[in-house]
Nanobody, 120 residues
Framework: VQLVESGGGLVQAGGSLRLSCSAS???????VAWFRQAPGKEREFVAA????????FYADSVKGRFAISRTSTKNTVYLQMNNLKPEDTAVYYC???????????????WGQGTQVTVSS
């Protein structure tokens, strides 16, 4: 499985961006997530979507502003980001796993990342 992110860029605070993650292999049975890493900080979980349709999960810091979704073929995953804040500035990574368990762990497949910069 190879993952490629796109859609990052520079946006003003309060604006919106939509990130895309395209998979080369079939990831319909995988849990897919978005993580982010800001300069000088640890990588953190942002959002995830289970393959089973059992729901979506969000970090408290983005709940109500971000939305994760998958295409009907489930090979593309999106992260719609609204009401962006300067503290959302980071490199955003798409990741996939099929080991189950903790929604924020166990990801063996990662994209290269896309930069999101939110100006104040």
């Amino acid at each position: 499985v190879q993952l490629v992110e796109s859609g990052g860029g520079l946006v003003q605070a309060g604006g919106s961006l939509r990130l895309s993650c395209s998979a080369s292999g079939r990831i319909g049975s995988y849990t897919v997530a978005w993580f982010r890493q800001a300069p000088g900080k640890e990588r953190e979980f942002v959002a995830a979507s289970r393959s089973s349709g059992s729901g979506t999960f969000y970090a408290d810091s983005v709940k109500g502003r971000f939305a994760i979704s998958r295409t009907s073929t489930k090979n593309t995953v999106y992260l719609q980001m609204n009401n962006l804040k300067p503290e959302d500035t980071a490199v955003y990574y798409c990741a996939a796993q099929n080991v189950g368990g903790d929604i924020s762990r166990g990801y063996g497949y990662w994209g290269q990342g896309t930069q999101v910069t939110v100006s104040s």
